[in-house]
């Protein structure tokens, strides 16, 4: 039995069974349980996990034997890559387009696959479609298993691709960055790594401070637990058993805590479920639970695709949250739950209802949305303390929702407990358990599916620092908040791309923005190479213009982020904290990103940067 069967109606209609009329009511449910969360700390409660020195083992890469082979290189290049997820590959099969082979990719990682080389715990697979989250489909013709397929599926495509691009040709692994710094005389980045490597690039493109370090709650006693344990990014299956469809068989016989059930969690969980002798689920905020709508792909139906197609369907896909004329042929949860908004907001007002009419109906569908799924909890979860502690009582996009057919009916098993930290806080951690209210449970194993840093700055995450021109850092610079045109290029820092959320867009579907990111700065440097410029920066004027962008694109959402639990997107309620470019930072809608980026690509002028010759 899964979840599909179980429940107050077809789950695949998503139709929320009762309409909603004291929004009074809920208004003060939704702050209660934020205040229960908040702390005056913010994102600071979190331990770094750093590449050196404390915790620095959780941070241990379980997929590779031993240090790098080959000695220090010292090279000159066109383009150094850093990061080898989908960005860099991106990046190096578009290099090859506009003509240059002269790049490398650095990765400190043992492979390509980025956030699938790292992510491979059990039940894990993406939350958006495969068919739209997979780049390069119709050029490599591979088509996907399932509508969600597996972690394992993703980061062998991963493989495929760099070996089909030849990518291998140019990767350089197990190698961190540990310095950047600009030499004005021969207008080129010496990037220097922890191998002895010295690279003179011309360009160079990094997403080092995108969320790819982990970290550990702030919880006094983690170093001290004498039993095993791991964060999810780095699961160790030699401790475990199995892979990521599930088969923990070393875990029979073992009390497993897991800390966090956020999307990883959900994932996690039903397996620990399955094999361990005791689950403890420490949860401090539920995660909305969808359900999975997976299937097997239909490869007549994928195969009779028109050229283009996945480009239109990405397209189509995320401009649907925001507008109602647009047809996704997706129709999952993320679109049912968009389109149901939409038509309340036309509902009430029609095609040009007014800003109060947009704002009522969004927040008066959101709750209904929210008691159809609390109504969902109820129906399958048979212990109504544990149905209670799982309920969601925010508003839907305030964290990232969650899919699955199997989550809630973990929690049947008499087996797995669930303990909301919201009220019975963690104490501390000792030598063989955890404390909470008081008493303490003794665990084999504790995984810690606290997810990635985010209230910390750039240069903090990447690990290194960047020494600009005239001596500037980026360090510095970013202290207060990341600033650029159009989240690619920062003045000082010449021909350097910054990659990933840094004054760019937020989208559901990652991959998208990773391909329209990828195009505008394969423009920018193939008119840098044809016109044979030196450098290019942005002026102060259009970075100043664009960062007024950004902090009116924040002030927008700002009394809607102060309605939401803590989290990532709020920077755990700290909304001043310019650290976090999930707060500071982003442009929403992202399709009208990139459509700004795009035009401004056409008018072929280059506004807002300056280049030297």
């Known amino acids: 039995m899964n ?23 809920f208004r003060e449910k939704y702050a209660a349980e934020r205040d229960k969360r908040l702390t005056k700390d913010g994102a600071d409660q979190f331990q770094a996990i750093d590449f050196i020195g404390k915790f620095s083992e959780f941070d241990a890469d379980p997929h590779v034997d031993g240090p790098r082979e080959s000695g220090p290189m010292s090279l000159d290049l066109d383009v150094l890559v850093v990061g080898a997820g989908f960005m860099g590959m991106t990046a190096g099969i578009e290099l090859e387009k506009i003509g240059i082979s002269n790049y490398k990719i650095l990765d400190v990682a043992g492979d390509f696959g980025g956030t699938w080389y790292w992510n491979r715990y059990p039940g894990v697979r993406c939350d958006v479609e495969s068919y739209i989250y997979l780049p390069y489909l119709e050029e490599t013709g591979y088509v996907p298993t399932e509508r969600y397929v597996r972690g394992s599926e993703i980061f062998a495509y991963c493989q495929s691709l760099a070996q089909k691009y030849g990518l291998y040709d140019h990767a350089l692994f197990q190698t961190r960055v540990t310095g950047m710094e600009w030499d004005e005389d021969a207008a080129r980045w010496i990037v220097r790594t922890d191998n002895g490597d010295e690279f003179r690039a011309r360009f160079v493109a990094t997403q080092s401070g995108l969320f ?6 702030g919880i006094p006693g983690i170093e001290t637990f004498a039993g095993h344990s791991f964060h999810t990014s780095r699961w160790d ?4 058993g199995g892979d990521d469809s599930g088969n923990l068989d070393r875990l029979r016989g073992k009390k497993v805590a897991i800390i966090g059930t956020g999307a990883t969690g959900l994932q996690v969980i039903p397996q620990l479920a399955e ?35 996945q480009r239109e369907r990405r397209a189509a896909f995320d401009k649907c949250v925001q507008d109602r004329a647009t047809v996704s042929d997706v129709d999952d949860g993320w679109v049912k739950f968009a389109k149901y908004q939409m038509d309340a907001v036309y509902s ?69 407990d669930i303990v909301d930290t919201a009220s019975t806080p963690i104490e501390r951690i000792t030598e063989t358990g955890i404390v909470a209210d008081g008493q303490e449970r003794e665990f084999d194993l504790i995984v810690y599916a606290t997810g990635f840093q985010g209230g910390r700055t750039w ?44 004054q760019t867009a937020t989208i559901t579907n990652i991959a998208h923005l990773i391909d329209e990111q990828a195009a505008h700065m394969m423009y ?50 700290k909304i001043a904290d310019a650290r976090n470019p999930l707060v500071s930072g982003v442009y929403v809608p992202g399709f009208q990103y990139f459509e700004l980026l795009e035009k401004w690509r056409g008018d072929g002028r280059l506004e807002g940067l300056v280049t030297s010759h």
């Open 524 to 573: 920018v440097i193939d008119q840098c190479v044809s016109s044979g410029a030196r450098t290019i920066e942005p002026t102060a004027e259009a970075e100043e213009a664009w960062g007024k962008v950004m902090s009116d694109q924040t002030a927008t959402r700002t009394d809607w982020l102060l309605t939401c639990t803590p989290g990532l997107y709020n920077n755990e309620g």
């Open 212 to 217: 790819m370090r982990p970290h550990l709650p």
């Open 237 to 240: 299956y030699k401790y475990t």
């Open 459 to 502: 240069t903090d995450k990447a690990g290194y620092d960047v020494l600009g021109r005239n001596g500037n850092r980026l360090s510095k610079k970013f202290a207060d908040g990341i600033s650029t045109l159009h989240g690619f290029l920062s003045k000082d820092f010449p021909n350097l791309f910054l990659l990933g959320f840094t």
């Open 275 to 309: 094999y361990a002798d005791e689950v403890v689920v420490y949860q401090r905020t539920p995660t909305q639970v969808m359900p999975r709508q997976n299937a097997q792909t239909d490869v007549d139906w994928f195969k009779s695709l028109e050229p283009g197609w």
């Open 3 to 25: 979840e599909r069967n179980v429940g107050i109606s077809d789950p695949h209609s998503f139709v929320p069974s009762r309409k909603v009329d004291r929004l009074d009511l």
């Open 348 to 416: 009430a007002g029609g095609d040009n209802p007014t800003l109060e009419q947009y704002v009522d109906a969004l927040e008066r569908s959101d709750y209904e949305w929210n008691e159809m799924l609390r109504d969902r909890v109820d129906a399958v979860v048979e212990d109504k303390s544990k149905a209670e502690k799982l309920k969601t009582y925010y508003r839907t996009m305030c964290k990232r929702p969650g899919f699955s057919d199997e989550y809630l009916l973990a929690f049947n098993k008499d087996s797995v």
